[in-house]
Structure formats: structure tokens, C-alpha cells
């Protein structure tokens, strides 16, 4: 295990167990190695897996104890000491008039109403006496939670509804509130990094925070300045980005909110004109997307074919990889996609997993990258054979 500034590095198991051998044959010659049938071999490598596990928790708490690399309910126990809370998914609400017999009462969810177009149903979210006229005003919500769209002008269509309902009004549907999905993690921190940054103007954060509207996540820009990296002068400022717009827009965004007097490093120059007519190039470092390859070894269950089984493994470790969201200088562990796996139907065990850069010779337990690379995932380079 290696701990520096970028966190902790667990060191692989062959690696450990190469070390481990090296002593062993300070005591019983050069000639030793590692046998499956020897008694010490065999408790040399229980005890490097031992190790190992051990090392692998360590570095998961160290990385959950992190208010930059924590995830899910240990994210939000973190965030909660700052009294910043996940914003939960909620339901599409809006106001409709309704005709109903006079005086009755319209019970809570006892009418349904389905959009015309997309067919998103919604039901009265309380119980509404009706008045003397016939009329009442209804507030009804999506059945289901998340961003269901709506508009005033939109055409519902009553699907259910009690004996004492007449029909709903001509009027336009009111007070609308789109409901929201569950906010992930990705969006949590770049929520906590915008309270944070709000207090403090021209620092390192409040540059991420002015330019996270330029990548997907905010683990795809990093900031680096002589005091983080003895390499960059003072005066000078590295941004490392794996932008979603165009290198122009980028180093406009740069130049509209980075300190004036900073010198610009990187490997992509824009040259941008300033006010006085005079050009400024504004330089900062794209990142390099390193195409990662998965290969796993899977037992199906006998009732399960094999092709459905591996198609449907790919499609968990896309999405796992989505909502995981890499960031620059990340260190991929192979038992990362275990859970993915172990998640699909008809997967019974993982008999065994290794990952490597694409451009490597040899599969490992983990993969680490540089503060400029970016890991690339592609259902065509993950392999699967059956067990």
C-alpha cells in the first residue's frame, strides 16, 4: 500500500506475494518459489489475501471518508455535517378544475387521469370537498416519481374516477411543478462544491466552480498551481479538462474567469483577442481517454443461456460506469464490476476478474492513471467466457 498525495494505491496481490518470496529466500535459498503443494508456500499466500482484503477496506473507508470521492449514503453523512442534505426524487404536481356532484367529497387518489400523449397517469393527491356550485380545485401528481413533463395547454384523459364525478373543467392546468429525479452523487458534489466555493473568490475551487458548466462531471477538471505541483512556476496555472464543448468556448470560459496575470500551461493553445486588441493565448491540458479492457470469468446458472447472460452483464457495467462517473488520475480496481455482475440474472459467481489499459500486454487486479487520463469504458472490450 502506497499512500502519497493522490490517496492510496493498493498494491497487487502478485506484487506482495513477489516481495514475500524475495525474503523467504534470504532463508531458504534462491531456489525457492511459491508451490500449490507446500506448507509454507501455502500459508505465505493465505496470508498476502489476508493482507490484501485488509488493504483493499482501507483504501475503500479512505475514499468514502473523502468529501470528494465519497458515494451514497456515506456522501450524504459527510455532507450532512455542513447541513447539506441529497435532494430526493419527487412527484409532477399541478391544479385542475373539476365538476362534481354538489357538496359530496372526492376522495384522495379515487380519480386518474392519463396524459393523452405520453402517457404518464396522475392521480388527486388529497380529498377535496366539492362546493355549492359543482366545482372544485384539484391537485393531482404523477403515480410515479421523477421529471414527468407537462404543460398548461396539455389534453388528460379521465380513466378512473367515483360515481359523484362529472367531468373535468375546460380550464388551463395550474401551478405546475416538474418532479425531479433522485439527485446522484455526481451532482450532489458539484452542489457542495458550489456552497463551498461561494465563499472564496479566485481560488483554485472557485475556478472549478466556474467552469464545471464545461464537463460532465466535476472529477473531469482538475486545477494545479505551484503549491500543489512543484513542477508549475509561480504565476502559472495548469487546467487539466476533458471539456463537452468546443476548445474556443473552453478557453473563453478560462480567460472570463481566471484571475488576470496568470500564466496558462498546457498541450492545447486558443488564442483569443482581449479588449485592447491585443491576442491572448489562453493554454490548458485536454485529457486523454484511456480505453480500459474487463476480462471475466462467469458461472450461469444451468437455466440461463449464455449469450442473454453476457449481453445483459455488458449492459450493468455500462450503467454501473455511468453512474460511477471516473474522473481524472482514477484508480480502476477489476472487483469494482463484481457487484455489476453478481446484479444480473443468471450470473451464479465470478470465478475471476482483471482489467488493463487496452494498449497493455497483461491483465491485473487495478489499473491507475495519470492526473491527465480519463478511463474509457466499451461493451467491445469487456470479455466474457463461461465457466
Same mark, same amino acid.
Given at each position: 500500500? &502506497? ?30 518459489? +511459491? ?7 501455502? +500459508?505465505?499466500?493465505?496470508?498476502? *489475501? ?34 447539506l ?43 377535496v370537498v ?10 393531482? &401528481? =404523477?403515480?410515479?416519481?421523477?421529471? +414527468? ?11 378512473? #374516477? ?16 416538474? %418532479?425531479? &429525479? ?16 461561494n ?28 503549491n500543489?505541483? =512543484?513542477?508549475?512556476?509561480? /504565476?502559472?496555472?495548469?487546467? +487539466? ?6 476548445? &474556443? ?14 500564466? *496558462?500551461? %498546457? ?9 485592447? %486588441? ?8 485536454? #485529457? ?7 476480462n #471475466? ?8 443461456y ?20 471516473? /474522473? ?14 453478481l446484479?444480473?440474472? /443468471? ?9 488493463k489499459? #487496452? ?15 480519463i ?6 472490450s ?6
Open positions: 500500500m &502506497e499512500v502519497n498525495s493522490n490517496g492510496i494505491t493498493v498494491t497487487s496481490v502478485l506484487k506482495k506475494l513477489s516481495d514475500k518470496v524475495d525474503k523467504l529466500r534470504e532463508l531458504y535459498g534462491k531456489d525457492f518459489f +511459491i508451490r500449490p503443494e507446500g506448507v509454507i508456500d501455502n +500459508i505465505m499466500t493465505a496470508i498476502t *489475501f489476508m493482507e490484501h482484503k485488509f488493504i483493499e477496506q482501507i483504501a475503500f473507508f479512505a475514499k468514502q471518508l473523502d468529501s470528494e470521492t465519497a458515494e451514497r449514503e456515506y456522501q450524504d453523512a459527510l455532507y450532512e455535517r455542513v447541513g442534505y441529497r435532494n430526493l426524487a419527487s412527484k409532477t404536481t399541478f391544479l385542475k378544475n373539476v365538476f362534481a356532484v354538489s357538496n359530496s367529497t372526492i376522495a384522495k387518489n379515487s380519480i386518474t387521469l392519463k396524459h393523452s400523449v405520453t402517457k404518464e397517469e396522475f392521480s388527486n393527491s388529497e380529498e366539492v362546493d355549492e356550485s359543482g366545482k372544485a380545485t384539484i391537485k393531482f &401528481e =404523477s403515480v410515479i416519481e421523477g421529471n +414527468i413533463k407537462i404543460a398548461e395547454d396539455d389534453s388528460l384523459e379521465v380513466i378512473e #374516477a367515483p360515481t359523484n364525478f362529472y367531468g373535468l373543467g375546460n380550464d388551463k392546468l395550474k401551478d405546475i411543478n416538474l %418532479g425531479q &429525479e433522485e439527485e446522484t452523487d455526481s451532482e450532489f458534489r458539484l452542489r457542495f462544491y458550489n456552497i463551498k466555493n465563499r472564496a473568490k479566485c481560488t483554485r475551487n472557485a475556478i472549478i466552480q466556474s467552469l464545471c458548466d464545461y464537463v460532465d462531471y466535476p472529477q473531469h477538471l482538475k486545477i494545479i498551481d505551484a500543489s505541483d =512543484s513542477a508549475i512556476h509561480a /504565476g502559472s496555472i495548469l487546467i +487539466i479538462a476533458k471539456h463537452n464543448t468546443t476548445d &474556443e468556448i473552453f478557453a473563453k470560459a478560462i480567460l472570463n474567469n481566471v484571475l488576470g496575470g496568470l500564466n *496558462f500551461v %498546457g498541450n492545447t493553445t486558443v488564442s483569443l483577442p482581449l479588449s485592447n %486588441g491585443e491576442n491572448w493565448e489562453v493554454k490548458f491540458q485536454k #485529457a486523454s481517454e484511456i480505453l480500459l479492457e474487463i #471475466a470469468n462467469i458461472k450461469i446458472k444451468r437455466e440461463f449464455e449469450n442473454n447472460v453476457f449481453t445483459n452483464i455488458k449492459n450493468n457495467i455500462e450503467k454501473y460506469v455511468f453512474e460511477r462517473a471516473y /474522473g481524472l488520475n482514477s484508480s480502476v480496481y477489476a472487483t469494482e464490476f463484481i457487484i455489476p455482475i446484479e444480473t440474472e /443468471g450470473v451464479e459467481a465470478v470465478s475471476s476478474i482483471s482489467i489499459k #487496452a494498449t497493455d500486454n497483461s491483465y491485473t487486479d487495478h489499473v491507475d492513471l495519470e492526473r491527465d487520463e478511463p474509457l469504458f466499451s461493451k467491445t469487456i470479455y466474457l467466457t463461461k465457466d
